[in-house]
């Protein structure tokens, strides 16, 4: 294998890091979603470009925004990467994400994936522009697992955990996307006490 190849297949691995956790959370809220809106959907979709660089994961909530995770696995593995590279990067990952929204409203959580380390004023570059860095896909994943479950928390408190309906639907996405990541087993309780909440307003 040569070494653009290597190069190419150690991002994708680092991108599935996140990506497939993602798909396995899509497929558990799936059910819920269908209970929800009384209807077959489909949760999630994911588009890859052609170099396998740039990964957008959709979940299409029942809610009025998408949950979407746009992530730029980078092939640079010497050099540090510059804030030009990172910004050149990162625009195209805003641009590729657009497209595949359409228009369509979403919450989007930009990740820059990058076995090459920043500079300074690359990494506060990319920060500026909205997108968590990593190092590594399991760094990438526990990112953006942290922001989901800071997400829920803060949902939480500021309903004082009273949600039902679409707070509950978007409480529950928060928390099975936050612990599908993070390898953790859903809590029972919580979980069952959102789905209540969620379907609540079916009844």
Known sequence: MNPRSRGTEEALLAAN?????????AK???????????RPLRVATLYSSGDKRV??????????RALVVSIYSSVQSTRPASPQQVKRRLAR????????????????????????????????????????VALAGDKARSLVAHFLSLRLRGL??????????????LALTFYVASSTLSGKNLDTELFTRLLDGALRRRT
Do not use: C, M
């Open 28 to 38: 558990r809220l799936t059910k819920v979603y269908e209970a929800y809106t009384r």
């Open 156 to 169: 939480l408190k500021k309903t004082a955990g009273r949600v039902w309906g679409p707070l509950a639907l």
């Open 55 to 64: 990964h957008v994961v959709v979940v299409n909530t029942p809610l009025d």
């Open 17 to 25: 890091q996140v990506i497939l956790p993602l798909l396995r959370a």
């Open 93 to 132: 990952l805003a641009r590729i994400t657009a497209r595949v929204l359409s228009g369509a409203p979403a919450d989007i959580i930009y990740v820059y994936v990058s076995k090459a380390r920043l500079t300074k004023a690359a990494y506060r570059a990319a920060r500026s522009l909205g997108a968590f």
